[in-house]
């Protein structure tokens, strides 16, 4: 697996503030879109591309399109929707797909409770959202599924790691022989005992949304 932690001030900054207790739940869900946005466009450094055509007001000049088919973005429900704005402002065109996971609080292993994806995902770009690589459990999950799916280049975008987590998602990647990106604002201490990340920023999927 390729770890890319993205090292830039705004990055920084935005993450500083979304750590801190007292910024609230609007404030949180926007940093976030905009950290995303900003991961994304590290994450999508090997977007494919077709080299296309236009006409300027001045004359003919050649560019790029996405390729089709085109990416999809996969955000983990729930707390990877609060990331889905940043990364479709990045690439519109691209298709979205869902998988729901939820982490059992007592052995941390994580189970799908809904998914919706094509059938087919080889030759696909997928970029997977999730914002708090903590076990790895709910990633390690969520790629094995798409894997099955027949995915074959995958990207994984969170906002922060614990060293466990990139551990455990290394071991599946390692196995499962799928190349791999995970690209991420940082990477923090290690996990608490109740699998939190620690400094980490809390409850990610609560902070954006409320205790439901
Ligand atoms: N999920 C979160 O939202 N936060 C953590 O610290 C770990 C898992």
Not at 153 to 170: K, N, Q, S, V
């Amino acid at each position: 697996m390729d770890l890319r932690v993205v090292d830039h001030p705004l990055v920084a900054h935005k993450l500083t503030v979304l750590r801190d207790e007292h910024t609230d739940s609007p404030t949180f869900r926007r940093l976030t879109e905009e950290l995303v946005t900003l991961l994304a466009y590290e994450a999508t450094r090997e977007v494919r591309v077709t080299e296309h055509s236009v006409r300027t007001p001045v004359g003919p000049a050649t560019g790029v399109a996405l390729t089709r088919p085109r990416p999809l973005v996969v955000p983990i429900l729930r707390a990877g929707l609060g990331m889905l704005e940043g990364m479709t402002r990045l690439m519109p065109t691209a298709e979205v797909g869902f998988v729901g996971l939820v982490r059992d609080e007592q052995t941390l292993q994580a189970s799908t409770y809904a998914e919706r994806l094509p059938d087919d995902l080889s030759g696909r770009q997928c970029y997977v959202l999730d914002p708090m690589l903590a076990t790895g459990g709910t990633l390690a999950a969520a790629v094995q599924f798409l894997v099955k799916r027949g995915a074959n280049h995958i990207t994984c975008i969170c906002l922060l790691a614990a060293p466990e987590g990139l551990e455990a998602i290394t071991a599946l990647l390692d196995d499962l022989h799928v190349p791999c990106l995970l690209v991420v604002a940082a990477v923090d201490e290690r996990l608490n005992e109740f699998g939190y990340i620690v400094p980490g920023l809390g409850d990610a999927g609560d902070r954006l949304y409320g205790v439901v």
